[in-house]
């Protein structure tokens, strides 16, 4: 099986320097301890809003190594992931990326179990999933290199297995399936071994291979994302050139930039760049040589000596470089003023080069073996070693700027989409962004209820790195829009009287708000409010359309309210006095015959009917019409109808009942009060004479009419009604 022999420094490097103090812009911002967390990070770190993620070879709960997170000001570390060189794997050596909340990566595995897998997990931690296990077949063997993504693609190299052992470059979908082997490496003039991430233009891929050992030289190659167009840009020869190229490559324009680890003037390590077409191959620096402590490599059967110079420079970069503007940052394992390892800068045309920081191993500890990532002027990275060689490491920062002029960040904050009354501030508000790692303090805060209208929200920014910038503020306007109230019952419409208008009014009662925000004072004001029916005339279930309701209390102006819709009463006909259409007709009958007397009358409500017989009421005689069935002469007398409503009532004229052949009667008109008890009296004249009693008689209408059937045997009398 062939090995990634860098890989093997980090985990048999033996002899380490003493360590001697440097002043500088750095930052350490968490020291990886032996107490069952991360030991060890190889790889670099990346960046998302104000969090770092990274991953350790070691340590962890099981010590297989893990995947933690820092913020950018050294605070909130936490294990997101401890590997248990079970079906998760274990070692992971290669970096991270990050697509929306997903971090993707990969495990090396073990030399003695398990062969590396493909892993995602959350950035909270959760969620991990092996998205790929690898067999040390056509698939390959121990990814020491991290990922890149394109659309829901990963791609990646394995540093060995392949139908040659020699590694391969593979694919493999977010989800897990579709893995393919894109190429599989010979160890021949395509190179072997590859351990490093890939960098992707259009559908071609550009990595490197390292070589089975120091001695291979290396090559740079390119390959289609189909896998198909294999092509090595350039061989190194381990000469002024380089020579094992372990980490990977960046690209600008048609350039790629990266580092050997090997070669060069002294055979410390170059930087260099080459052309995607592998044409223009030129050696931006060289590392220089010196004296210094030495340390043992080892891989497979061969052991080697290596040098760890105290220079100027650094020696033996093992990391990829990041480009900003025309300048390269990188880091250099051994070397500089300490000999424990450098973090430099030059040009990209080879001019400028400049050792930024010089580790010490001290508390910034040393071995630095990763890439940098750079946020505004601050330089992140991690050192594989931790003071005094002891296996723990650290992450840090260097701010490029100095203290001299600190930057005042950039703060992006867009407007936000307006809301509604009763939403809280929550993310989707408080949202900005900035240029530079750092905290936000928003005003109003999250969770913050806000009265509708035009709001301010404010924020202000303190950065991670207060040495290179200063705190910002700013501020945008959110537009809260009243939440809509409506009436849920306790509103009536009231039926009326038909008037000729379409007017309407309205009845309250324990009136309930949909839509109020707990413990807000809102209720329904009435004044003020116009309702009409939507016709005029008399009907039922008459639609009642409301304007002009409106809401009162303390929290009123965050609502508005939805007039009610569904309302509806009745118009009644508007009651009518009772009157006579037809009036009943005197009449003359036989004896013995049948007569009937007819009236109709009209009004609303419709009136009712009671038949008189000389003033007073007939029982049952309720009808239109009242019939005399078999008229005889106690018949003979005075009939009249009263109709009734609500409104009023009204007595007919009066008809009379006579018969043929009858003398007529005599009849006395009584208007004394109803109640009133009266002695009806005669007398054949008038003058002193004596009266007789004919009855006794109690008013029930006016007039009260009594008939005197005698009256045909009388030749003359007189009447008098006594009251009693």
Request: hydrophobic content about 40%; charged content about 5%.
């Amino acid at each position: 099986m062939k090995q990634p022999w860098l890989f093997l420094l980090a985990c048999f490097l033996l002899a380490a320097p003493p360590a001697q103090a440097q002043s500088a812009t750095f930052t350490v911002l968490h020291s990886f301890t032996n107490n069952n967390g991360p030991l060890d990070p190889a790889a670099g770190l990346i960046l998302s809003g104000n969090t770092l993620y990274g991953t350790a070879c070691n340590g962890g709960s099981s010590g297989d190594g893990a995947v933690f997170a820092v913020s950018a000001d050294g605070s909130g570390f936490a294990t997101l992931h401890s590997f248990t060189n079970g079906s998760d794997g274990a070692y992971p050596v290669g970096g991270l990326t990050i697509s929306g909340n997903t971090l993707y990566g990969t495990a090396s595995g073990s030399y003695s179990s398990g062969f590396g897998t493909v892993f995602a997990v959350s950035a909270n931690g959760t969620g991990f999933t092996t998205l790929h296990s690898f067999t040390n077949g056509s698939d390959g063997a121990h990814p020491v290199g991290g990922l890149i993504l394109s659309g829901n693609t990963l791609y990646g190299t394995a540093s060995g297995g392949g139908s040659s052992g020699y590694g391969t470059v593979f694919a493999v979908n977010t989800n897990g399936s579709g893995f393919a082997t894109l190429y599989t490496f010979t160890n021949g003039s395509d190179g072997g071994v590859p351990a490093a991430a890939l960098v992707l233009s259009g559908n071609r891929l550009y990595g490197t291979a390292e070589g089975e050992n120091p001695e291979a030289g290396g090559t740079v190659f390119a390959v289609n994302t189909n896998g198909s167009g294999f092509a090595t840009l350039y061989a190194f020869t381990n000469g002024s050139d380089g020579g094992v190229p372990y980490a990977g490559l960046i690209l600008s324009g048609n350039t790629l930039y990266g580092t050997a680890n090997f070669g060069g003037l002294s055979n410390a390590g170059t930087v260099f760049a080459l052309r995607t077409d592998g044409t223009a191959f030129m050696t931006l620096h060289s590392f220089s040589g010196g004296s210094g402590p030495v340390g043992y490599i080892g891989f497979g059967s061969v052991t080697r000596l290596l040098g760890i110079p105290v220079n100027s420079d650094g020696a033996f970069p093992a990391a990829g470089l990041i480009l900003s503007g025309n300048t390269l940052y990188g880091t250099a394992q051994g070397g500089g003023s300490s000999g424990f390892g450098t973090v430099f800068a030059v040009n990209t045309n080879g001019t400028g080069f400049t050792n930024l920081y010089s580790f010490t191993n001290g508390a910034d500890g040393w071995l630095p073996e990763s890439g940098l990532i750079l946020s505004g002027n601050r330089l992140y990275g991690t050192a594989f070693l931790g003071p005094n060689g002891e296996q723990d490491g650290t992450a840090f920062a260097l701010n490029l700027g100095g203290s001299s002029s600190p930057a005042t960040p950039v703060i992006t904050w867009t407007t936000p989409a307006p809301i509604t009354y009763g939403t809280a501030l929550s993310a989707n508000q408080l949202n900005a962004t900035a240029n530079a790692p750092g905290s936000f303090a928003y005003t109003p805060p999250t969770n913050t209820v806000l009265n509708a209208g035009t709001n301010t929200l404010s924020v202000v920014f303190t950065p991670a790195d207060t040495v290179d910038y200063t705190t910002a503020t700013n501020t945008v306007s959110l537009v809260v829009s009243r939440e809509p109230v409506t009436i849920a019952s306790g509103i009536t419409a009231n039926n009326k009287v038909y008037d000729g208008t379409t007017a309407a009014t309205l009845s309250s009662n324990s009136v309930i708000l949909l839509g109020v925000v707990n413990g807000d004072t809102v209720s329904l004001d009435t004044n003020g409010y116009v309702a009409n029916f939507a016709s005029a005339g008399v009907g039922n279930g008459i639609a009642v359309a409301v304007s002009g309701l409106t809401l009162s209390g303390t929290s009123a102006a965050n609502y508005t309210l939805t007039q009610p819709g569904n309302l509806a009463a009745n118009i009644t006909a508007a009651p009518v006095a009772p009157f006579f259409i037809v009036q009943p007709v005197s009449q003359v009958v036989s004896g013995g015959q049948s007569i009937t007397f007819t009236a109709a009358a009209a009004g609303y409500p419709a009136p009712t009917y009671q038949w008189q017989f000389n003033g007073a009421n007939i029982a049952n005689a309720n009808g239109s019409s009242y019939t005399v069935s078999s008229a005889s002469i106690t018949n003979i007398g005075f009939y009249d109808v009263v109709i009734a409503n609500t409104v009023n009532t009204n007595s007919s004229s009066v008809a009379t009942l006579g018969f043929v052949g009858l003398d007529m009667l005599a009849a006395v008109y009584i208007t004394g009060p109803i109640g009133a008890n009266y002695q009806i009296e005669a007398t054949p004249a008038l003058g002193p004479a004596n009266w007789t009693a004919l009855t006794n008689v109690t008013i029930t209408a006016q007039p009260y009419i009594y008939v005197d059937y005698s009256t045909p045997t009388n030749s003359r009398r007189f009447y008098r009604a006594v009251p009693q």
